[in-house]
């Protein structure tokens, strides 16, 4: 099929560079690919398990923790009609996605996980499944202000997968008062 | 006739006068110039056909539907997200409007450094009136802007800086704010309701989901193939050979280099691909006591210019509003959790405002990627980085004199600023590394740069290639240096311009 070319040499970036080409991210990298998956502390529910076409139980997992984090919604708090799955939102627009981002996702979710990669950045031998809540948040914000920029860009990543999953849903509008296209009267 | 990937069951082999590549604000003015002058003109287009119809004004139909990478494009640092149009019509469905002509500096520069021929102020005055008055290009009155164009004209006037209120392609507009999700109304006069609706009227056949991977050169005649592909999954369909003599490579900034690069064709100035500028934009978020809904009404209208070439160094920032819908605010605005959502509770009291720099010193690249695809990467220079950091605290400033209660930046350690006497002092502490500030850019130019010289650029004056005859790019990526500029005004001009020596060059086949 035409696009199967070989392309001028030279002309070939890979987009994993800020990982590999970065000290911090290559030996990241290296070390959590080398890890066995760590230990599922929660499940994910039996109807979901079946549902997900891109994510791995503990990729679900790790999605559905950091998006709780991040957007400050947990289930538990929110009436079911009322709750948005991020982590499946995600597996399903991320199955679409082409090849070469979805590589990306699945290392960025290993390392980000990887209790090595907590231990030499927090000092805490613990995957981010692990943590308690106030450990998460915590995390994610030594990701987010991190002095290395592929940790900068994890977080950048994961925040914007989790923020447009759980914001273009329009179950999420009435909390911030979004009607659609137009002001309603009372708001102007 | 408009022919959708879907109703291409097997592999396509066509032959024309001319095929273009591309259907946005280079490949529109272009397919209509050439169909209405006679010839057979074929138009490939990657991404989709959709009318207004299918647009619901939500983010999630929109980015999957209309946006290059589904709005996720971004640098190879992931530090910058590219947004680009993939639709018929390109970018000018998803616009927001703002139409601008280039300024004169910007056209001095491109004669001065470049030797740019026949695109001076004057050589482009009547293309310039033509594209407005085709487009129905007008400024807003003042009763009708938003309250988050208000701030920026209320504001700048309230510290003395210049404002202007730009021109927008719009047509029975009804104030929705929808713009940037593709118009629901069929008000937003974009090339694929003029240009592109023009063109296959005049005859012009327009393949959509159809995305071109290989130019071939044989004698006179290019050969353009590529795939077919299915428009809800991207998968490959089956494929397309379309061949013409003249040959119209429009597929942006970011895809042009990449399509020619592929080809190993119009490289000999080693600049295919370099000199990429972004219009590096940022934000300034903030919070008043009064509803903005910053999502609502016509989202561009107003816009400060007081810092554009102030110097004299063709550098420079200048302000404009920017609609913000739930999801691009949720990924913008700084910081996450609690504090984040407490913020987004506030979302109607939200004004935003971008910064958009006209790069001097920054440069950045298009190659070309193991599987086929555009690499985009960028350093920002020192000059620029300044001028960003200045338009950050000018627009800071702009919001506090007509009220803000609380501003914040885009970086990724969240600033709060709390008055205007604390701004300088709050942004001289923040962190302005890459992936340190979300950055954005809606204008990427420059990657197969026009100019006399064939050993300085890729195109001359006409858009052809110094390269190959009859091989032409027409589209942003010939833009020489940043414009300064909401790019799509001089794009149409260009193309109506190029488009007509091309059909005073090429003699038609039959």
């Known amino acids: 099929m035409i696009g199967e070319e070989q392309f001028p040499p030279g002309t070939e970036i890979g987009r994993r560079r800020f990982l590999k080409q970065t000290l911090f991210g290559a030996a990241a990298l290296s070390i959590a690919r080398l890890l066995p998956e760590g230990y599922v502390y929660a499940e994910v529910p039996k109807d979901i398990r079946g549902q997900l076409t891109f994510f791995s139980e503990q990729e679900y997992l790790i999605v559905s923790a950091a998006s709780a984090c991040l957007t400050s919604h947990t289930a538990s708090e929110t009436p079911p009609e009322k709750t948005i799955d991020v982590a499946l939102r995600a597996d399903r627009f991320l199955s679409d996605e082409q090849p070469e981002i979805q590589e990306q996702v699945h290392l960025l979710l290993t390392i980000f996980n990887s209790a090595i990669v907590a231990f030499f950045f927090h000092f805490k031998f613990s995957t981010f499944l692990k943590m308690d809540v106030e450990a998460q948040n915590s995390y994610l914000d030594g990701w987010m202000t991190s002095w290395f920029n592929f940790r900068r860009t994890g977080f950048q990543a994961l925040k914007r997968l989790c923020m447009s999953m759980h914001y273009t849903d329009s179950r999420s509008w009435d909390e911030i008062r979004y009607h659609g296209m137009f002001m309603l009267e009372e708001q102007q | ?510």
């Not at chain 2, 730009?166 to 118009?183: Q, S």
Request: hydrophobic share 40%; proline share 4%; charged share 20%.
């Open chain 2, 1 to 510: 006739m408009i022919v959708r990937g879907k109703e291409i069951t097997k592999p396509l082999r066509e032959s024309a006068d001319v095929c273009i590549v591309g259907s946005g604000c280079g490949g529109g003015p272009t397919a209509r110039i050439l169909a209405r002058s006679g010839r057979k003109v074929i138009v490939v287009e990657e991404g989709g056909y959709y009318t207004a119809a299918d647009f619901d004004g939500t983010e999630g139909t929109a980015y999957r539907q209309l946006y290059q990478r589904r709005a996720g494009q971004a640098t190879e640092d992931l530090a910058i997200t590219v947004l680009q149009g993939r639709c018929v019509g390109g970018s000018s469905t998803v616009n927001w409007m703002t139409s601008l002509r280039t300024p004169e500096f910007t056209l001095d520069q491109w004669w001065r450094r470049f030797g740019v021929e026949g695109l001076g102020p004057l050589d482009l005055e009547p293309y310039f009136d033509r594209v407005e008055k085709y487009l129905n290009v007008r400024p807003e009155p003042e009763w009708n802007h938003n309250p988050n164009n208000r701030i920026i004209l209320d504001g700048a006037r309230a510290l003395g800086y210049r404002t202007i209120v730009n021109g927008r392609n719009a047509n029975g507009c009804v104030k929705a704010g929808a713009c940037g999700l593709g118009c629901p109304f069929g008000a937003k006069m974009s090339v694929d309701v003029t240009y592109i609706r023009d063109a296959v009227q005049a005859g012009a056949t327009v393949f959509a989901d159809c995305r071109a991977e290989k130019i071939e050169v044989n004698g006179k005649m290019k050969r353009v193939s590529g795939n077919v592909l299915d428009a809800v999954t991207g998968k490959v369909k089956t494929d397309f050979v379309i061949e013409a003599p003249v040959l119209v490579v429009s597929a942006s900034a970011i895809n042009s280099p990449v399509l020619l690069l592929k080809s190993r064709l119009a490289n000999s100035s080693g600049e295919l691909g370099r000199n990429l500028t972004l219009h590096l934009t940022t934000a300034v978020l903030s919070l008043f006591d009064r509803v903005i809904y910053a999502g609502g009404g016509i989202p561009q209208s107003a816009i400060c210019d007081e810092f554009l070439n102030k110097k004299g160094d063709g550098g420079g920032f200048w302000i404009e509003a920017v609609p913000i819908y739930p999801a691009l605010a949720a990924m913008a605005m700084p910081g996450f959790g609690a504090s984040h959502r407490q913020m987004m509770k506030e979302y109607v009291h939200l004004g935003a405002s971008i910064v958009l720099v006209k790069e001097i010193d920054s440069s950045g690249r298009i190659t070309v990627n193991r599987q086929g695809r555009a690499s985009i990467s960028y350093e920002l220079g020192s000059r620029d980085l300044g001028y960003l950091k200045q338009g950050v605290a000018t627009a800071a400033g702009i919001h506090f004199a007509v009220g803000a209660r609380k501003v914040m930046t885009l970086h990724t350690t969240p600033t709060n600023i709390a008055s205007a006497d604390d701004v300088d002092s709050v942004l001289r502490s923040a962190r302005w590394g890459m992936n340190e500030l979300v950055l954005f850019s809606a204008h990427p130019l420059g990657t197969c740069r026009i100019g006399k010289y064939p050993k300085a650029a890729v195109v001359d004056s006409h858009c052809q290639t110094h390269d190959v005859q009859g091989l032409f790019v027409i589209d942003g990526s010939v833009m020489p240096t940043s414009l300064g500029v909401n790019p799509q005004v001089t794009i149409l001009a260009i193309a109506e311009k190029s488009a007509e020596w091309i059909a005073e060059n090429f003699p038609r086949r039959s």
